[in-house]
């Protein structure tokens, strides 16, 4: 299949490339490098600079390949920046992706898989969190997801548009290949800044706050392995010709903050010093996925569940590329 990636630069978007080419399939990959780092595009791949605000560079791509599928990663993420700047999350990320979608049905390349966020979920009312939990984003980045979701279910009503919209909680690891992982600048998650204390970049974690009601005080995320990520994409995009779907992407099990922090100590062999800080505004006690609905229908199951092999393939690829794609 030949396959549009934007934000195939990107963390997670280089990630699904990589597999994609793994499984025969041609990527073109889009993207303006604003987070993304050429390095990190697969050699295999073709690589176009661009703007998704630009409509007449989006139709070029079209025109230019015989595009089948997209994959949509491109998009302004970090939650607390969409807090200061709603304008640039609910403008630029939904303008963005009605250029994409209006050329990929101009074009009939009607399937299409959207990288979405646990952010719609900010006050669930069950643990795990399913698919049929209520919607109430987190931010303006979580209702810019939300708004494309929706977007996406009346062009499949309107004009058998197929899509598959994954809500995926928190992407941690690198490839097994050692070639591709997380590069961040603000670096904002907890495993890689906790490494790069263990590399002597920063002297201290700050966790924040050790007074939440859970087993050790600290918050409780649900960490997935990217590539494990990466196959649950492919995996929906295989099934879009039998309808449109949506998934919600997690191991179904958390570990806290302070479970991080020592199993990093553990993989390392290296101290790691942390020290207690003020909650942060807005950060719920825990948050873990429910994925029983892909795994049924899908029968897709995460290669590593674990949260020591996550870290031992993130460990790999900070240890050899500290300084990120840089070196």
């Given at each position: 299949?030949?396959?549009?990636?934007?934000g195939?630069?990107?963390?997670?978007g280089?990630?699904?490339?990589?597999?994609?080419?793994?499984?025969?399939?041609?990527v073109?990959?889009?993207?303006?490098?604003?987070?993304?780092h050429?390095?990190?595009?697969h050699?295999q791949?073709?690589?176009?600079?661009?703007?998704?605000s630009?409509?007449?560079?989006?139709?070029?791509v079209?025109?230019?390949?015989?595009?089948?599928?997209?994959?949509?990663?491109?998009?302004y993420?970090?939650?607390?920046?969409?807090?200061?700047?709603?304008?640039?999350?609910?403008?630029d990320?939904?303008?963005?992706?009605?250029?994409l979608?209006q050329?990929?049905?101009?074009h009939s390349?009607r399937?299409?898989?959207?990288?979405s966020?646990?952010?719609?979920?900010?006050?669930?009312?069950r643990?795990?969190?399913?698919?049929?939990?209520?919607i109430?984003p987190?931010?303006?980045?979580?209702?810019s997801?939300?708004?494309?979701?929706?977007?996406?279910?009346?062009?499949?009503?309107?004009y058998?548009f197929?899509y598959?919209?994954?809500?995926?909680?928190?992407a941690?690891g690198?490839?097994?290949?050692?070639?591709?992982?997380?590069d961040?600048?603000?670096?904002?998650?907890?495993?890689?800044?906790?490494?790069q204390?263990?590399?002597?970049?920063r002297?201290?974690?700050?966790?924040f706050g050790?007074?939440y009601?859970?087993?050790?005080?600290?918050c409780?995320?649900?960490?997935?392995?990217?590539?494990?990520?990466?196959?649950?994409?492919?995996l929906?995009?295989?099934a879009?010709?039998?309808?449109s779907?949506?998934?919600?992407?997690g191991?179904?099990?958390g570990?806290?903050?302070?479970?991080?922090?020592?199993?990093?100590r553990?993989?390392?062999g290296?101290?790691?010093?942390?020290?207690?800080?003020?909650?942060?505004?807005?950060?719920?006690?825990t948050?873990?996925?429910?994925?029983?609905?892909?795994r049924?229908?899908?029968g897709?199951?995460?290669?590593?569940?674990?949260?020591?092999t996550?870290?031992e393939?993130a460990?790999?690829?900070h240890r050899t590329?500290?300084?990120?794609?840089?070196?």
């Amino acid at each position: 299949m030949k396959i549009l990636v934007t934000g195939g630069a990107g963390y997670i978007g280089s990630i699904v490339t990589e597999e994609l080419i793994q499984q025969g399939d041609e990527v073109i990959v889009f993207d303006n490098l604003y987070y993304g780092h050429r390095a990190a595009v697969h050699p295999q791949a073709a690589f176009i600079e661009g703007q998704l605000s630009d409509r007449a560079a989006v139709k070029a791509v079209f025109d230019a390949h015989n595009i089948e599928a997209v994959m949509h990663f491109a998009s302004y993420t970090l939650v607390g920046e969409s807090m200061e700047q709603p304008f640039m999350y609910i403008g630029d990320n939904v303008t963005n992706g009605l250029n994409l979608l209006q050329e990929a049905v101009a074009h009939s390349a009607r399937r299409f898989i959207l990288s979405s966020t646990a952010n719609l979920f900010d006050d669930p009312e069950r643990m795990p969190i399913d698919e049929q939990e209520r919607i109430v984003p987190g931010s303006p980045y979580g209702e810019s997801k939300n708004i494309l979701e929706r977007m996406l279910y009346w062009l499949d009503r309107v004009y058998g548009f197929r899509y598959a919209a994954l809500r995926y909680f928190n992407a941690a690891g690198a490839s097994p290949s050692g070639e591709r992982g997380e590069d961040h600048d603000p670096e904002t998650h907890l495993i890689p800044l906790t490494l790069q204390v263990a590399l002597g970049q920063r002297e201290r974690l700050t966790i924040f706050g050790d007074d939440y009601p859970t087993q050790d005080g600290t918050c409780v995320r649900d960490y997935i392995h990217v590539t494990d990520l990466a196959q649950a994409h492919i995996l929906a995009l295989r099934a879009l010709d039998e309808g449109s779907r949506t998934y919600n992407l997690g191991n179904g099990q958390g570990f806290s903050v302070k479970e991080v922090i020592g199993t990093c100590r553990e993989v390392t062999g290296r101290p790691i010093l942390a020290e207690i800080g003020p909650r942060r505004s807005g950060d719920p006690a825990t948050l873990i996925a429910s994925s029983e609905k892909i795994r049924r229908e899908l029968g897709w199951k995460p290669k590593y569940p674990d949260l020591r092999t996550i870290i031992e393939h993130a460990w790999e690829w900070h240890r050899t590329h500290p300084h990120g794609y840089g070196d």
